[in-house]
């Protein structure tokens, strides 16, 4: 599916839903791309996942903005990464570094410079501890691991080909809480 069409249906999924996120939060390794970065060198050209593009052009027409927690212990083959890919300049926030915080400090810190607030952030991963930490320190951010989601494209069981897939659950996890957050405020 190439990514226009990719990002077409992004878009007409995104329009069926009142309430959208202001900033979502991507994992990198295996989420975005089929890989660990330091399995690979710089010189090297990487790809993304194929709906990747896609997903993302959708998002960045909604104004929705975006960044990155990563915990890849080569930063500087991911900045590398980004940049041969022409998707850097999309990211509000790149925090992305070797911690032993499961990405705590990491949303703390995209959380400081853009100013959103938890509640209005979306955060996709592929490891259960990452999503299992950020639910218990900032339990506001929505999140779903699509490992134990069990996602398939082909033999390729992470996130891959099923983005608009998970976007849809992804929206309406998002949609669901932000209206129980609601209820309880008033």
Same mark, same amino acid.
């Given at each position: ?11 007409? +999924? ?12 991507? *994992?990198? *390794? ?11 060198s710089k010189r090297e050209m ?29 930063? *500087? ?17 790149k925090e992305i570094y070797s911690?032993?915080? $499961? ?6 810190? +995209? $959380? ?13 991963? *592929?490891?259960?501890?990452? +999503? ?25 069981? $992470? ?28």
């Open positions: 599916m190439g990514d226009e069409k990719v990002k077409d249906e992004a878009m007409q +999924i995104m329009g069926m839903f009142q309430i959208l996120p202001r900033l979502v939060v991507f *994992d990198l *390794d295996y989420t975005l791309w089929p890989f660990y970065c330091e399995c690979l990487p790809s993304l996942y194929p709906q990747a593009k896609g997903i993302l052009s959708a998002l960045k027409e909604k104004g929705i903005e975006m960044a990155i927690a990563s915990r890849s212990p080569t930063s *500087d083959i991911a900045i590398t990464f980004l940049d041969k890919l022409n998707i850097k300049p999309m990211f509000v926030a911690s032993w915080t $499961h990405k705590t400090e990491h949303f703390q810190k +995209i $959380h400081t410079r853009t100013g959103v607030p938890f509640t209005a952030m979306l955060f996709f991963d *592929d490891e259960d501890r990452n +999503i299992k930490s950020v639910n218990t320190n900032y339990y506001f951010v929505a999140s779903l691991n699509f490992m134990s989601r069990g996602f398939e494209n082909g033999s390729d069981k $992470h996130l891959g080909g099923q983005w608009s897939y998970a976007w849809s659950i992804q929206t309406r996890a998002y949609y669901i809480y932000s209206k129980s957050e609601q209820c309880r405020e008033e």
